[in-house]
T-cell receptor, first 114, second 114 residues
Framework: KQEVTQIPAALSVPEGENLVLNCSFT??????LQWFRQDPGKGLTSLLL?????REQTSGRLNASLDKSSGRSTLYIAASQPGDSATYLC?????????????FGTGTLLAVQP | GAVVSQHPSRVICKSGTSVKIECRSL??????MFWYRQFPKQSLMLMAT?????????EQGVEKDKFLINHASLTLSTLTVTSAHPEDSSFYIC??????????FGPGTRLTVT
């Protein structure tokens, strides 16, 4: 059974700092991995999607890496801003049989202090 | 990007009544839609997978007679919470998957049962 864990559960940093969020998954048989952002009381915004054959994806100040063999992904946020404050979720999409669905991690609550 | 809408965004109902939540893919056809439930400060829990024209597949522990799912067209899925009770109060989020296996999420529906 696929399990997705995110560390840390919460993180508070001063504005301008670079930071890394971690995501680990137990089953490396994945189709892709996505990073999402969720603001309080809102739905999910997709940030980056990495296919299983890719090592990383970049969008603006965000860079996500994927090491499928070790079951790990990181989301790097450069020059953090107060507007980056939100909960960040990673999710893996498995393939085959009953695993063709997104499994979400536990989330990291990020607070960027001005 | 692809847009998924949910209606209503908030609903308050009395205990024992039923409430229907709609999920629509606005600019793409989705053969598969998903329904999630999220409790405060927790991650998303998949409730069921809905395929157009067929019965939904429910996750273990989710009562199919209580959470009725209908996916009558390629752009619309509905979740009906029957005989709602206060413990059903939660944030319900749907998502729709395109042919490229990327999922797009709706803004969520806050259900409060009094």
């Amino acid at each position: 059974k696929q399990e997705v864990t995110q560390i840390p559960a919460a993180l508070s940093v001063p504005e301008g700092e670079n930071l890394v969020l971690n995501c680990s998954f137990t089953d490396s048989a994945i189709y892709n991995l996505q990073w999402f952002r969720q603001d309080p009381g809102k739905g999910l915004t997709s940030l980056l999607l990495i296919q299983s054959s890719q090592r990383e994806q970049t969008s603006g100040r965000l860079n996500a890496s994927l090491d499928k063999s070790s079951g790990r992904s990181t989301l790097y946020i450069a020059a953090s801003q107060p507007g980056d404050s939100a909960t960040y979720l990673c999710a893996v999409f498995g393939y085959g049989g009953a695993t063709n669905k997104l499994i979400f991690g536990t989330g990291t609550l990020l607070a960027v202090q001005p | 990007g692809a847009v998924v809408s949910q209606h209503p965004s908030r609903v308050i109902c009395k205990s024992g009544t039923s409430v229907k939540i709609e999920c629509r893919s606005l600019d793409f056809q989705a053969t598969t839609m998903f329904w999630y439930r999220q409790f405060p400060k927790q991650s998303l829990m998949l409730m069921a997978t809905s395929n157009e024209g067929s019965k939904a597949t429910y996750e273990q522990g989710v009562e199919k007679d209580k959470f009725l799912i209908n996916h009558a067209s390629l752009t619309l899925s509905t979740l009906t919470v029957t005989s709602a009770h206060p413990e059903d109060s939660s944030f319900y989020i749907c998502s729709a998957r395109d042919l490229g296996f990327e999922q797009y999420f709706g803004p969520g529906t806050r259900l409060t049962v009094t």
